[in-house]
């Protein structure tokens, strides 16, 4: 029979969670400063509200910082955590949600004061939510057609049908609108 080591005093069995390492907190930090502001624009312009889009992209953070050892070693971090925020967006509950008349996005009609940005939003707005976000992926995350595919758990050949069509529906609500600004957008900016 083994003798078990008597358990240290004030030891009651409990998981102790341990501190990071400090680089770990502070290459976490790094990078959620330098991804978060074109997480959240390339949300926004998926869900086309900015406080949603914030959250989503809050709440991807915050499963990455629980796991930041393993996810810090993935070829592309900031894709890992474009896939939380994405997924979340396209949760049945939020859809529920905002059928329920808790859609918090009819409040937050234009978050800028920018026309150009506005009339961004204004023609996504006319894009299917299920087009629009290909359209983001692809254009403004610049993801390859197959991450798109696996993000969005599609062929590649019906991304590449949704794409061409959410690009054309945005070039002909782009060209209906008055320009108040020169033509080009500008994506990263958004």
Known sequence: MAIQPEPEPGYLGATVAIAPEPSLRSEFGAHLEANYPRLVAQMCMITLNPAEAQDLVQDAY????????????????????????????????????????????????????????????????????????????????????????????????????????ARRELNEFMALRPRTQPPGVNWEDM
């Open 62 to 165: 915050a499963r990455a910082w629980q796991r930041w050892a393993d996810v810090r070693e993935l070829t592309d971090p900031t894709g890992w955590v474009r896939q939380m925020a994405v997924r979340g967006s396209t949760r049945r509950w939020r859809r529920l949600l905002a059928r329920l008349g808790f859609d918090r996005s009819r409040s937050a009609d234009s978050p800028s004061d920018d026309p150009q940005h506005a009339g961004v939003l204004a023609a996504l707005r006319q894009i299917p939510p299920y087009r629009r976000r290909v359209l983001v992926l692809a254009d403004v995350a610049h993801l390859p057609l197959v991450e798109v595919a696996e993000l969005e758990g599609i062929d590649v050949g019906v991304v590449e049908g949704r794409l061409a069509h």
